[in-house]
């Protein structure tokens, strides 16, 4: 029998607290022998398990009693209260954990110290108060370490340092050429992401633009997010590194085509990120990393690619941060040349021959779908910017069919990207704003529409008639559909 | 609802993931009552000898318990960190990276050695004038012990009273059969296993 029996207990049952919030329980203790104690002590600290060397936070330590001696069958009772960091938050993958311990010790000389240790949850809540920026760059959110088990020595550094060096001559040499040679074809690529700080489940979009110098072949443009946990066992030159994937995401944008020289090429991938509590970490030997690779595949050709890391954080960690810019409209000028024209699909054209009375009434419910619209717009404007309010207005009216008007800023084919409804996968993506507002818009189109769309040029008025799919935070835009008139 | 780390396996943990030196130095089943006979001679030495993953590392640590003034240092390939002038025994991981000047040094002082390492340096301590012992890391690892050892990780692990996944002796076999003495490639297959369980079972 131990000299004495140790429980921790939290006053929550199922143990899960918010970041940020206060962590409150009872340690229980249950005297079996006589013995002497220089003191009971209760430690908080997190740390990783799995496959990686173990990493922890900074321990906080509490002294519950301090030294005295105790008799057989006392039993002491202390409470605690103790305030949960904010990061990082409980994660259980494959690779890599992280769990938030607390654990009670009784501090018994020239003897085994009994000692008792509970893990509890830890759910995203307040934001560390140091996570605070812009979204359009990655934000260090190291949590203070505690202990790691290979910590780094200057020697490392150095061979570090010459495996660089070997690295740039060997690899980096050929590399150069390669990058030459590629924009010798492609001139140059701008790859834009407007925000890479982004929470879970939003819609994250990149743009690529380049204006080919020859005239080729593609295979595709594509984007492949990937979301992977890393850990490292081991260490100096015994290290081992496991990897498992957690995301993997494949989208192309455009296929077996030929690009002309002097075209200018621009393409937008939109994902809906993966609503995952698998969170961007970068501890030493632990890290979750989330990164969108866009990819020109050239037939018998080096392919273009680049890699954007992306940090994925909760949702409620994006409250401290200033929204990056709106990605820069695209310079269309070159391939979308042409006086603006007034709208190709006219609203409930008719093509038969009706009375005049019936024109009359379908004129005047298409005006009312139009103001209702705009009416819509206003109301979402005059909502706050941040929160679901926007959000919450847009699903109330997902029913509804409305008349509206777009000032075109350009159409790009969906190539089944992000939509579900049959029909528009293969169908075109029209962006612009509402004709006289400054609200943003993308439109799905139906495939069958495909020919007319084609035809809008940048800077038309496009009228139509649509139904809200939802509402795009990160733009601040509405997402809808076209609505198949031809249908029902 | 995140749920408590494998608690579907009244486990806190995948027991077969790293370890802390101290979760390793708890958990390490060693014989130690000869080579402990043999530290009470001055000037002694044990080294324990093995390859890698056949638990070098544990009966070093597994020794360090019973000396309160023990230092320990691991010799990290590519690098010469200095080696404690204090504290006895003084325990070597690594041993066989030691400098040709370190060696001579070390061996030569009065100091109490416990060396884990690939390299036999029997013939060295005798001119030195040491006492020894060699130690085989993986002398006793049969079926029997991999299926103690392994178990005895999993318990290590356990969460609360009541059932835990065990590993049976057909197992044991298995991965001795597979792996022979290589005990860190046999607890690699396992953490494997035990990502994918799902129910408290017989593994």
């Not at chain 1, 000299?3 to 340690?27: H, M, N, P, S, W």
């Not at chain 1, 969906?414 to 029909?423: E, Q, R």
């Not at chain 1, 035809?455 to 509405?478: C, M």
């Not at chain 2, 240092?73 to 030691?98: F, K, N, S, T």
């Amino acid at each position: 029998m131990s000299k004495c029996d140790l429980q921790i207990k939290f006053d929550r049952e199922d143990r899960t607290y918010a970041g940020g919030e206060t962590v409150t329980g009872r340690v229980y203790i249950r005297i079996n022998n006589s013995m002497k104690s220089n003191g009971v002590t209760l430690t908080h600290q997190w740390r990783t398990h799995g496959r990686g060397n173990v990493s922890g936070g900074t321990k906080e330590t509490v002294e519950l009693e301090d030294a005295r001696s105790y008799s057989p069958g006392e039993e002491l009772e202390f409470s605690f209260s103790l305030r949960s960091p904010t990061y990082p938050v409980t994660y259980h993958g494959t690779m890599l954990n992280v769990d938030h311990y607390v654990s009670v010790e009784v501090n018994v000389p020239w003897a085994f110290d009994p000692k008792a240790e509970e893990d509890y949850v830890l759910v995203p809540g307040e934001p560390p108060a140091h996570f605070v920026g812009s979204r359009n760059e990655i934000i260090a959110l190291t949590p203070a370490a505690g202990q790691s088990s290979t910590p780094p020595n200057i020697i490392l550094a150095i061979l570090s340092m010459m495996f660089s060096l070997a690295f740039f001559l060997l690899i980096k040499g050929p590399s150069r050429f390669c990058k030459n040679v590629l924009a010798g074809r492609l001139g140059e690529v701008k790859l834009s992401t407007p925000h890479v700080v982004v929470a879970p489940g939003e819609q994250w979009t990149a743009r690529i633009q380049f204006q080919p110098r020859k005239r080729f072949r593609i295979n595709s443009i594509g984007v492949t997010l990937l979301g992977e946990e890393s850990a490292t066992s081991g260490s100096g030159t015994k290290t081992t590194t496991h990897t498992h994937k957690i995301w993997e995401q494949k989208l192309v944008v455009r296929s077996n085509d030929i690009l002309t020289a002097g075209e200018l090429v621009s393409e937008e991938f939109t994902f809906v990120l993966p609503t995952t509590a698998a969170f961007s970490l970068d501890l030493m030997d632990n890290t979750i990393q989330w990164r969108a690779t866009v990819r020109i595949d050239m037939p018998l050709f080096p392919d273009w690619s680049q890699a954007q890391h992306i940090q994925i954080v909760p949702e409620s960690f994006l409250r401290n941060l200033t929204d990056g810019p709106p990605m820069t409209s695209p310079d269309n000028t070159a391939s979308f040349l042409g006086t603006p024209h007034t709208s190709l699909a006219p609203v409930c054209a008719s093509e038969s021959l009706e009375s005049d009375e019936e024109e009359e009434s379908s004129e005047s419910a298409t005006q009312k779908m139009l103001s209702d619209f705009l009416q819509l717009v206003a109301t979402m404007n005059a909502a706050p910017r941040h929160g679901n309010a926007r959000g919450h207005l847009v699903s109330n009216a997902a029913d509804q069919i409305f008349e509206a008007a777009i000032l075109i800023d350009r159409v790009t084919s969906s190539m089944g990207a992000s939509v579900k409804y049959p029909g528009y996968e293969y169908g075109k993506t029209v962006t612009g704003t509402i004709d006289g507002t400054d609200q943003a818009i993308q439109v799905n189109t139906l495939e069958s529409q495909n020919n007319g769309i084609d035809d809008l040029r940048r800077g038309d008025i496009w009228q139509t008639q649509l139904t809200l799919i939802d509402w795009d935070s990160l733009y601040n835009r509405i997402n809808a559909r076209q609505i198949d008139e031809n249908a029902g | 609802m995140t749920a408590l780390s494998f608690s579907y396996l009244n486990l806190r943990r995948n027991p077969f993931g790293e370890l802390t030196v101290a979760e390793r130095t708890a958990g390490a089943i060693v014989d130690c009552d000869a080579a402990l006979r043999h530290l009470a001679l001055p000037r002694s030495v044990v080294q324990v000898i093995g390859e890698k993953g056949f638990g070098k590392t544990t009966h070093l640590l597994a020794l360090a318990t019973h000396f309160a003034n023990n230092a320990y240092v691991h010799l990290p390939e590519g690098q010469r960190p200095a080696i404690p002038q204090l504290g006895e025994p003084l325990l070597i991981d690594e041993a066989q990276r030691l400098t040709r000047r370190q060696r001579w040094q070390t061996f030569r002082t009065d100091r109490k050695l416990i060396l884990g390492t690939h390299q036999n340096f029997e013939n060295a301590l005798r001119r030195a004038g040491r006492p020894i012992l060699t130690v085989a890391a993986n002398q006793f690892t049969d079926e029997l012990r991999v299926h103690t050892l392994l178990n005895a990780r999993v318990q290590a692990a356990r969460r609360a009273d009541g059932q835990i996944p065990a590993i049976t002796i057909s197992t044991a076999s298995k991965l001795f059969a597979q792996f022979g003495s290589d005990i860190r490639s046999m607890e690699h297959a396992m953490y494997d296993t035990f990502q994918q369980l799902r129910n408290i079972q017989d593994v």
